[in-house]
T-cell receptor, first 113, second 115 residues
Framework: KQEVTQIPAALSVPEGENLVLNCSFT??????LQWFRQDPGKGLTSLLL?????REQTSGRLNASLDKSSGRSTLYIAASQPGDSATYLC????????????FGQGTRLTINP | DAGITQSPRHKVTETGTPVTLRCHQT?????MYWYRQDPGHGLRLIHY???????DKGEVSDGYSVSRSKTEDFLLTLESATSSQTSVYFC??????????????FGAGSRLTVL
């Protein structure tokens, strides 16, 4: 059974720092991996999707990498801002077609002004 | 929320009563999903649909049923609600960007409390 783990569960850093969020998964047979952001009381917003054949994806200050063989992904946030404060979740897609995502429990990020 | 509307957004009910949550999309996406989110468990897939009247079970389907009689609507029913079904329920759709992999897009959530 695929399991996804995100460490740490919570992270607090001062504004302006670069930071890395970690995601690990137990079965390397994934179709793709997505990173989401969730603000309190809101739904999830997709940030980046990395297909299994790709190594990384970038969007603005965000860069996500994928190493299938080691079962790891990282989300790098450059020059963090208070508006980046949210919970970040990673999820792996285990089959093609229907997106039956398996989610990690998330990292709650706080950026202090 | 990418054209996804969930209703009701908040509901309090009593144990043993039936509850139906509705997910409505304004576009014509084939795949729709229901997830629940709980502290300590993250998001877990309940059921999903891959077309009108075509549905399948997810990881935590016991105690839930679904129906999809129209492309735009996906209903989640708790036949007899229990306190363990107190949760936040999210509907999602697979959005197919041109030339890329599907991206899962979520609604705003429905908070259900079973007393």
């Amino acid at each position: 059974k695929q399991e996804v783990t995100q460490i740490p569960a919570a992270l607090s850093v001062p504004e302006g720092e670069n930071l890395v969020l970690n995601c690990s998964f137990t079965d390397s047979a994934i179709y793709n991996l997505q990173w989401f952001r969730q603000d309190p009381g809101k739904g999830l917003t997709s940030l980046l999707l990395i297909q299994s054949s790709q190594r990384e994806q970038t969007s603005g200050r965000l860069n996500a990498s994928l190493d299938k063989s080691s079962g790891r992904s990282t989300l790098y946030i450059a020059a963090s801002q208070p508006g980046d404060s949210a919970t970040y979740l990673c999820a792996v897609d285990i089959i093609q077609g229907a997106q039956k995502l398996v989610f990690g429990q998330g990292t709650r990020l706080t950026i202090n002004p | 929320d990418a054209g996804i509307t969930q209703s009701p957004r908040h509901k309090v009910t009593e144990t043993g009563t039936p509850v139906t949550l509705r997910c409505h999309q304004t576009e014509n996406h084939r795949y729709m999903y229901w997830y629940r989110q709980d502290p300590g468990h993250g998001l877990r897939l309940i059921h999903y649909s891959y077309g009108v009247k075509d549905t399948d079970k997810g990881e935590v389907s016991d105690g839930y049923s679904v129906s999809r009689s129209k492309t735009e609507d996906f209903l989640l029913t708790l036949e007899s609600a229990t306190s363990s079904q107190t949760s936040v329920y999210f509907c999602a759709i697979s959005v197919e960007p041109s030339g890329g992999a599907n991206v899962l897009t979520f609604g705003a959530g429905s908070r259900l409390t079973v007393l």
